[in-house]
């Protein structure tokens, strides 16, 4: 019962998958972050060129592996710390997809070939002898990516991230605004206090006018 098993793409010795690579074949859909637990022989993954979505798959199982391909797709999420864990891994190609937030601090000397270019990564490349060794190409196209070696500073990323007119705070912008606030509070108390005396004024007035046209009303009967 040792027969291979003829499958397309999969690659078995002595019944445990070595190796799965389903390249351009128009697959769609999501993988399960834990699809690949009980591939412990697992040394070959290649998923390139297709329409596969979803966050990458855990690897804590997958000890033996030394390539993995998923360029060409549109997964997303965060790279896994997990892939720090494979001490084989050779080549790692996850360009051309939609990942995002920073690139864990590959340094296994296996890596011969990194790739993670035209993604949405971004922050500082860790300065791991093994990453800093890749040429800039394999980290194109992602903007919000600094350091080295790319050329660009992550102190001017930062600088530039801000809008031009940012209300940062403070001091002298904070003190002036309570000075106008007090100013404008100030005035509204005087108008108030104003326009009071008027309306005191004003009420006094009509009380005499009216107690006036009373004595008058009475006068004019007394006298009629």
Known sequence: MNSTPNWYGIRCINGRVTGVSLENMGLVGKIK????????????????????HGNLMEFSYNPKLKIFFLS???FDGEIPSSLLELNF???????????????????????????VSYNNLSDKIPDTGILQSIGLSSFVGN????????????????????????????????ST?????VIVLVVLLIFFIIYYKKYKNLKKQMKRRNSVQVDEEKLYTYLT
Do not use: H, M, W, Y
């Not at 360009?95 to 990194?114: C, H, K, T, V």
């Not at 530039?160 to 001091?171: E, Q, T, W």
């Not at 605004?177 to 606030?181: Q, W, Y």
């Open 89 to 115: 891994l050779e080549s790692l190609q996850l360009q051309e997809n939609n990942l995002a937030g920073s690139i864990p601090g590959f340094n296994q000397s296996s890596l011969r070939e990194f790739k």
């Open 72 to 74: 060409g797709n549109r």
């Open 33 to 52: 972050p834990d699809a690949l637990v009980n591939l412990a022989e697992l040394s070959i993954l290649s998923f390139k060129n297709n329409s596969i």
């Open 177 to 181: 605004l309570v000075v106008v606030d």
């Open 143 to 174: 903007q919000d990516l600094c350091g080295a070696p790319t050329p660009t500073a992550c102190s001017s990323l930062n600088d530039s991230s801000d809008p031009p007119n940012s209300n940062k705070k403070n001091p002298f912008f904070s």
